[in-house]
């Protein structure tokens, strides 16, 4: 049974359609409560900051139509190394989901919270309603969206403290450099491609089944296929893999139905395209329907409700 102190996503569609307004701290659930509050945040974002591919839109208009669009996955490049300014950031929300415990603890804190806030994990985080309102008022999620990095792999393998709590799994990842390498080594290149060719990709089912750690080559796998596969055992590392596919690549957090990549399937597609495996990335069970994870209706947005100091959306009823 659902705790009616922690509200469910279609719950946070019905509030919106109800009220005409995202739910706010001051009301008798505060927003934070609700599961997937941060998606709208992270799909608005796909939709209007400047040098942001509206993947989210992609994404949302396949489970709409129920079949692929003409025009090709929108492009992201992803950096090379993490962005200054976000990774401090990052550690400054570490810190205050820390409260006074180790910095490890901060860390799988922050993504447990996290995960609950973008819909990859049902679990409402055990962090105090204060901590999590401080949370919600400080963490700015946009500011990684704008800046694309598997911010968590490179803080993961950091240790974050000195005893036997820090990184207990020894998650190293591969540098970026090196996975972009090796996904240029093994994956078409579709700047080389005809455009049918590239659209035909899309439905390629692509793996990478020894560890896949925080997905960083399924992120970059993410410009070529909406059908990716992925194999870990660290539940850490693989919470932050769809946290990673929630603000960059939907399609590995929330899969696409394979009745709707099947029927787009083309006609004389390569066996090497389309092999079957393990799915192991896949969303948790009750979002196996995933035509479920409506956007959340809400008033438009537009440039001029971003604040220009940090680039946080001023969403109505924020």
């Not at 055990?126 to 700015?140: C, M, S």
């Not at 960059?248 to 597609?269: G, K, M, N, Q, V």
Request: glycine share 6%.
């Amino acid at each position: 049974m659902s705790d009616p102190q922690y509200p469910s996503y279609a719950q946070l569609c019905e509030f919106v359609q109800y009220a005409g307004r995202l739910p706010r701290l001051s009301d008798p659930i505060p927003a934070h409560r609700y599961a997937g509050w941060a998606l709208p945040m992270i799909m608005e974002g796909h939709r209007i900051l400047p040098d942001v591919p509206d993947r989210w839109g992609y994404h949302l208009r396949i489970l709409q139509a129920q079949h692929l669009p003409d025009e090709p996955i929108p492009q992201i490049h992803f950096l090379s190394g993490p962005h200054h300014d976000t990774l401090k950031h990052l550690h400054q929300w570490i810190r205050l989901a820390a409260h006074h415990q180790s910095t490890w603890t901060g860390m799988t804190n922050f993504i447990e919270w996290l995960a609950y806030a973008l819909q990859v994990s049902q679990t409402p985080t055990r962090l105090d309603d204060a901590i999590q309102v401080e949370l919600y008022q400080h963490v700015n999620l946009l500011e990684m969206v704008q800046h694309p990095y598997d911010y968590f792999g490179d803080i993961i393998s950091e240790g974050l403290g000195n005893g036997p709590w820090a990184n207990p799994n020894k998650f190293y990842p591969t540098p970026m450099e090196i996975c972009r390498l090796m996904a240029a080594m093994t994956l078409p290149d579709i700047t080389k491609v005809s455009l049918q060719k590239i659209k035909n990709l899309r439905t390629a089912k692509i793996a990478d089944p020894a560890g896949s750690g925080t997905g960083r080559m399924l992120l970059l796998a993410s410009n070529i296929s909406l059908s990716l596969y992925g194999c870990e055992k660290d539940p850490l590392v693989r919470t932050v893999s769809r946290i990673n596919g929630a603000l960059y690549a939907p399609w590995l957090a929330f899969p696409i139905p394979d009745h709707i990549l099947e029927s787009d399937l083309p006609t004389d597609a390569a066996t090497s395209d389309n092999a079957t495996c393990t799915q192991a990335l896949l969303a948790p069970g009750h979002l196996q329907a995933i035509t479920s994870l409506n956007q959340p209706p809400c008033i438009a947005t537009t440039l001029d409700e971003i604040d220009e100091h940090t680039m946080q959306l001023v969403l109505p009823g924020w």
